[in-house]
């Protein structure tokens, strides 16, 4: 079985007015950092080349493309990706993607350790609204710039071991984990961008978010029995400010590295991942134990209906 020092590059604040190449440059020093620790692969968060910009309502969406990538790699992302192949750490990192055919996602990429992209994942849970909400301290329109990701909850065999990735919001919902679970997915690499404070008033404080951040991904790793990295973007973001709480969740659920500060800092950890082995071979056996027959509403229904 495979084993890798994996790395989370939890980044800091990316001001609107920041340039690709200034957040680049961070980029490559968190890479320089990780190199140095040992790490061989090596998460950013989600939209880590720019600002979140969601919270910015824009009239026309056409003006938020400043934000999004029509390839990948491209002009600004090149030399992180040729320093990365140099340094022969795999690397996942998240952008807007703008497609060809004028399509925008919310997008993740996995590289193998000579820098080759060998995955791309679309975030499929988008949330928020898509409209400008008055009621909102803050708006979050992940709905208005982005469609829901069309690839599914694919998995790869990467540098030995079999990774999935997903994005924020996923981390939220259990049928993200277990759509990669049914595939053996051993890692899966999440960045997220996540307010501290919800836009909507009676939010929950900080520390609720924190812990819900941590309950989500921790409960991933354990009913799938896999490892689980999430990784932030936090910080004040031209007056916004983000929730940091990057860690990395072992297949027991138990948390073996966490950010300290809200700014560019490197987490890490070895994985082995024969640990991932004795979970899928006895309480969460899939095939022994799971009854598909009676889960049909998980597919079958979108919301919730009380019929009692
Ligand atoms: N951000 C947040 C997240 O899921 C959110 C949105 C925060 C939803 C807290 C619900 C509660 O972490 C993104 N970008 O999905």
């Known amino acids: 079985m495979a084993e890798l020092v994996v790395g989370g590059a939890q980044m800091g604040p990316v001001q609107r007015a920041d340039s690709r190449a200034i957040v680049v440059a961070r980029m490559i020093a968190l890479l320089e950092r ?8 090596l998460i950013y968060p989600e939209l880590a ?33 040729a320093r990365a192949r140099e340094l022969r750490i795999a690397i996942s990192f998240g952008y807007a993607e703008l497609t060809p055919e004028g399509r925008r996602f919310n997008t993740a990429i996995l590289t193998d350790r000579a820098g080759r992209i060998v995955g791309k994942y679309r975030k499929i849970h988008l949330p928020g609204h898509s409209e400008y909400d008055p009621e909102r301290s803050h708006q979050h329109l992940e709905k208005r710039y982005f469609e829901p990701g069309d690839l599914g909850f694919p998995v790869w065999r990467n540098a ?10 996923d981390r939220r919902w259990p049928e993200t984990y277990r ?36 309950l989500s991904l921790q409960a991933g790793a354990y009913q799938n029995a896999t490892y689980v990295v999430g990784v932030a973007k936090a910080g004040i973001e031209d007056g916004h400010r983000l929730m940091g709480g990057s860690i ?12 300290e500060t809200e700014d560019d800092e490197l987490i890490a950890a070895p994985c082995d991942f024969a640990a991932c082995a004795f979970g899928k071979s006895t309480i969460f056996d899939f095939a022994r134990h799971r009854r598909p027959e009676h889960y049909g509403r998980i597919t079958a229904q979108t919301g919730a209906t009380v019929e009692v």
């Open 160 to 169: 030995g071991v079999v990774m999935g990735m997903a994005i924020c919001n």
């Open 248 to 259: 990395i969740v072992d297949p027991d659920g138990v948390v073996l590295a966490r950010a």
């Open 34 to 41: 990780a190199a140095a620790a040992g790490v061989e692969m």
């Open 179 to 214: 759509c990669l679970g049914l595939q053996g997915v051993e890692l899966v690499v999440i960045g997220y961008n996540t307010p501290s404070v919800n836009s909507l008033k009676g939010s929950e404080g900080l520390e609720r978010r924190m812990f819900h951040s941590d």
């Open 49 to 81: 080349l720019t600002t979140f910009f969601p919270r910015w309502y824009m009239a026309d969406p056409v003006e938020a493309d400043a934000f999004f990538e029509r390839e990948m790699p491209n002009a600004a992302t090149a030399p992180l990706f």
